[in-house]
């Protein structure tokens, strides 16, 4: 049943978001903002825009939306595990698996598959349960995953203090001429499309460190070290340099190679090191190349390099 709320404006003078934020509702700002753009909030029963100023005798309505409560269900999917103990397990994900349950991705997660294998931690509440860190749907690779409470506390502050080494394998746009390099440009929001990040002045630190492996007609293979862990860092920074990654829908261009039909960016995590939390055994996995990256690789032409 939708909750409704009635505000009588008698004296009360300004903008429709400055006149709600003094009415003591219990609502954030940004829930109030959502609502007037969606229409959850009329003014004499019509919707209006933020900078809408009030007047004696207007009615304001809120029509708070019914919360719909979603259970995740454990799924019997089947899962790459690289190493398990009582606190802690390593997964290598495959590309096109989401890791956690959001709008429009409500079953199929990894998520989903953990819980049907193992209890998770809590402390990333009720849609993220275990999840100490991410990795992009169409990213594979290693994720480092809490089986309790404890544990979690311990991996997400070794990612804090930048203890644990992850280290991924990219196929980029263009040939490199350095051997190797470190990028250090901050990374936020990006102001127009807010589903992306961009470098910007006044962003959150992000260092991301890179090594050539191989290099291709048009292409280059880095393996590349976060410093940092921002929103689709590596996929930024190197659009940001000129070099982005291949088959990027989002910050280059999805793409085939010779026939090749690329299902997201060619980017896999392939090394990653922590602490056992509870033990303080130092632990170092690393992943093979995935089939679909495999694949990609042998449709280019290596570089012959001169070493006379």
């Given at each position: 049943m939708t909750k409704k709320i009635t505000i009588n404006i008698i004296d009360q003078i300004g903008r429709i978001d400055a006149i709600l934020a003094k009415e003591n509702l219990p609502y954030s700002r940004t829930t109030l903002a959502e609502w007037l753009q969606t229409g959850h909030i009329l003014v004499n029963g019509v919707q209006v825009k933020r900078a809408y100023k009030v007047t004696t005798g207007d009615t304001i309505t809120i029509l708070q939306p019914e919360v719909i409560t979603t259970e995740i269900i454990a799924e019997d999917i089947p899962l790459d595990i690289i190493y398990e103990d009582d606190d802690i397990?390593?997964?290598?994900?495959?590309?096109?698996?989401?890791?956690?349950?959001?709008?429009?991705?409500?079953?199929?997660?990894?998520?989903?598959?953990?819980?049907?294998?193992?209890?998770?931690?809590?402390?990333?509440?009720?849609?993220?349960?275990?999840?100490?860190?991410?990795?992009?749907?169409?990213?594979?690779?290693?994720?480092?995953?809490?089986?309790?409470?404890?544990?979690?506390?311990?991996?997400?502050?070794?990612?804090?203090?930048?203890?644990?080494?992850?280290?991924?394998?990219?196929?980029?746009?263009?040939?490199?001429?350095?051997?190797?390099?470190?990028?250090?440009?901050?990374?936020?929001?990006?102001?127009?499309?807010?589903?992306?990040?961009?470098?910007?002045?006044?962003?959150?630190?992000?260092i991301t460190h890179f090594e050539v492996i191989e290099r291709y007609v048009g292409y280059t293979l880095l393996k590349v070290r976060l410093e940092t862990g921002r929103t689709h860092q590596i996929r930024v920074h190197m659009t940001y340099i000129g070099h982005p990654v291949v088959g990027d829908p989002v910050y280059g261009s999805a793409q085939n190679l010779a026939g090749v039909k690329l299902n997201g960016q060619m980017l896999h995590a392939k090394t990653l090191s922590l602490t056992q939390p509870k033990t303080g055994e130092e632990l170092r996995f690393d992943s093979a190349l995935p089939a679909y990256f495999k694949d990609a690789l042998a449709t280019l032409t290596p570089i012959i390099q001169n070493n006379n």
């Open positions: 397990l390593v997964v290598n994900k495959p590309q096109g698996m989401v890791v956690h349950p959001a709008a429009g991705h409500s079953s199929g997660t990894l998520v989903n598959a953990l819980l049907f294998h193992a209890p998770l931690s809590t402390i990333n509440g009720e849609f993220r349960p275990g999840i100490v860190h991410r990795i992009d749907r169409d990213t594979s690779g290693l994720l480092m995953v809490a089986k309790n409470d404890q544990a979690h506390q311990g991996l997400s502050a070794q990612l804090k203090a930048h203890k644990n080494d992850r280290i991924y394998y990219a196929l980029v746009r263009g040939e490199f001429v350095e051997n190797s390099g470190t990028i250090n440009a901050p990374i936020n929001r990006h102001k127009v499309d807010r589903k992306k990040q961009a470098v910007q002045e006044g962003g959150r630190e992000a």
